[in-house]
């Protein structure tokens, strides 16, 4: 599984956007790249995934180079309620050990104030 | 619909005790993930289920933890004789195919060992 590193913190304010980026130089042709949030006590939440270009959702937008050897999340507008941590995933669709287990970082406490 | 839950919420524990965890996930869902999540840090996989089948446990600390999902619906993860590194997040998540990384959590049971 290809290793991620993304910022440990971001701060902004209400109605910015807000730009991630993870690196992830050793990606293999077959990974994916998924984004999840955590708020505190709870569970990660998927948000979004991609494989090259761009993907956007009603949540947020993922914008991949060509070289996929990066990406960055963009979440549009933000408010209070964005304040969480995000975390940037690469795995093989393929997996073969019977299921596509996640491996987590220690991923980017976003900090949105007013 | 319901999401994935998980029972009981909070445990606490002396060390040496037992403790069971459960987890009910989404109706229908093949695939059935377990997670520990240290304090500040990203989750990370302890075992999986296809069905009743545990198809990979390579996670799983040591043999004092073991996980079952008898029926391949409600799964059981349990913790011989707890000790104070035990005290984690445990999470459970669950999702539709073995292909995917969209995956559902429930909120984790947070294991405090005194």
């Known amino acids: 599984l290809a290793k991620t590193t993304q910022p440990i913190s971001m701060d902004s304010y209400e109605g910015q956007e807000v730009n991630i980026t993870c690196s992830h130089n050793?990606?293999?042709?077959?990974?994916?790249i998924t984004w999840y949030q955590q708020f505190p006590s709870q569970g990660p939440r998927f948000i979004i995934q991609?494989?090259?270009t761009k993907v956007t959702n009603e949540v947020a937008s993922l914008f991949i180079p060509a070289d996929r050897k990066s990406s960055t999340l963009s979440l549009p507008r933000v408010s209070l309620s964005d304040t969480a941590v995000y975390y940037c995933?690469?795995?093989?669709?393929?997996?073969?050990?019977?299921?596509?287990?996640?491996?987590f970082g220690t991923g980017t406490q976003l900090k949105v104030e007013l | 619909g319901a999401g994935v839950s998980q029972s009981p919420r909070y445990k606490v524990a002396k060390r040496g005790q037992d403790v069971a965890l459960r987890c009910d996930p989404i109706?229908?869902?093949?695939?059935l993930f377990w997670y520990q999540q240290a304090l500040g840090q990203g989750p990370e996989f302890l075992t999986y289920?296809?069905?009743?089948?545990?198809?990979?446990k390579s996670g799983l600390p040591s043999d004092r933890f073991f996980a079952e999902r008898p029926e391949g619906s409600v799964s059981t993860l349990k913790i011989q004789r707890t000790q104070q590194e035990d005290s984690a997040v445990y999470l459970c998540?669950?999702?539709?195919?073995?292909?995917?990384?969209?995956?559902?959590f429930g909120p984790g049971t947070r294991l405090t060992v005194t």
């Open positions: 109706s229908g869902h093949v695939s």
């Open positions: 998540a669950s999702s539709f195919d073995r292909q995917s990384y969209e995956q559902y």
């Open positions: 289920f296809q069905n009743e089948a545990q198809l990979d």
């Open positions: 995933l690469v795995g093989d669709a393929g997996y073969t050990g019977g299921g596509n287990k996640l491996t």
């Open positions: 991609g494989y090259k």
């Open positions: 050793n990606i293999a042709t077959n990974d994916y």
